[in-house]
């Protein structure tokens, strides 16, 4: 089977000035599919959404969105997306209702009124249906947003951070939509910081660090990339060294020692490391141990592994 790419960017870099934004992103999002764009703050991922929609110009670098080259054929590109930023497009003076319309109305799609309905349901929106935006939420403000994004039914959409700030009722209204876009054959590129949202969504992923991307794969596959991770809780102080040389020894990776509440984490353990094993070989060294457990690893993990850096807590780069 010939797979046929939404989104296929080759070496998009964009500077702000010093600031080298995008440095070299090739991107690949099959025709269908859902692919998550993961990476820490100032990673990249807004500017790329922002490329990729034709909101900003590449400095360098070429793209094809649904079959269109993004840089030649920017208005072809734009009548096939859709896209909901972290920068809403909504009119606070309009109702959400109006709002709707009149994308509907602007995009040419018949029978606008009821597709203003059907969205405002569809986002638990029907019963501020009548209110001026401007006093909507901001969670409601994202969710009319994501929701003027859909009004024309593009092929390929483009969500930045699409539940940032939204409560869990309004995140899994979102994952919903999305899984409904996909049953419908969107294909849907979206940016998260939510490292489960991702796992939960996405065909493929791929994480972004310093303006380009590091590694791709599926959810389940960058997991195995890197192995389970095995912790071990101690009975003492004293025993942490002990075990983090065991985990060490097990795992051959550096292992993250918690003093305060006694335990040594080390990721990176493969099919070979069972739980037996591993206890086993603690009680071997003579680790005083309390409980030993081995799990898949996080998303974290695997972002902590392949770039070395935590997910979390990282500035915007000036
Ligand atoms: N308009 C701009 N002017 C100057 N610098 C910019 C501009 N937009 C982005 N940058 C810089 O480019 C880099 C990438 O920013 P971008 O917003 O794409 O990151 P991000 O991955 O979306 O981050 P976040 O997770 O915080 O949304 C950052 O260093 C940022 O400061
Ligand atoms: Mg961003």
């Not at 959404?49 to 072809?76: C, F, K, M, N, Y």
């Not at 896209?83 to 018949?110: I, K, M, P, W």
């Not at 009680?283 to 309390?290: E, H, M, N, Q, S």
């Not at 690893?297 to 807590?313: C, K, Y």
Request: hydrophobic residues 45%.
């Amino acid at each position: 089977m010939i797979t046929t790419y939404a989104v296929l960017s080759e070496g998009l870099e964009k500077r702000f000035g010093a600031v080298r934004a995008l440095r070299g992103l090739d991107l690949a999002v099959a025709e269908g599919t859902v692919c998550g764009l993961l990476g820490p703050n100032g990673a990249g991922k807004t500017t790329a959404v922002r490329l990729l929609t034709t909101l900003l110009r590449p400095d360098a670098g070429s793209a094809r969105i649904a079959g269109h080259d993004l840089v030649r054929e920017p208005a072809a590109v734009r009548r096939r997306i859709g896209v909901a930023g972290q920068y809403a497009s909504v009119d606070g003076d309009l109702t959400g209702r109006e709002n709707l319309r009149l994308f509907a109305r602007l995009h040419r799609v018949r029978g606008p009124a009821a597709r203003a309905d059907e969205l405002l349901e569809r986002f638990g929106l029907a019963e501020a249906a009548d209110r001026k935006a401007s006093a909507y939420s901001g969670g409601m403000r994202r969710r009319l947003d994501l929701a003027a994004s859909l009004v024309r039914r593009p092929d390929v959409l483009f969500l930045d951070e699409p539940t940032t700030g939204l409560d869990p009722a309004g995140r899994a209204r979102v994952w919903q939509a999305v899984r409904d876009l996909k049953e419908d054959g969107t294909t849907v590129l979206l940016t998260t910081q939510y490292l489960d949202e991702a796992d939960r969504l996405a065909d493929s992923i791929a994480l972004m660090d310093r303006g380009r991307v590091a590694h791709t794969g599926s959810p389940a596959g960058l997991k195995a990339l890197i192995g389970s991770y095995a912790e071990a809780v101690v009975a003492d102080g004293d025993a942490l060294a002990g075990a983090a040389a065991v985990l060490h020894r097990l795992t051959g990776s550096e292992p993250v020692v918690d003093r305060g509440r006694n335990t040594v984490g080390a990721a990176g353990a493969d099919r070979t490391l069972t739980l037996p094993r591993l206890v086993r070989e603690l009680d071997a060294a003579g680790v005083p141990l309390l409980d030993a457990s081995i799990r898949p690893p996080a998303l974290d993990d695997v972002f902590l592994r392949l770039t070395g850096e935590p997910t979390h807590g990282k500035e915007h780069a000036a």
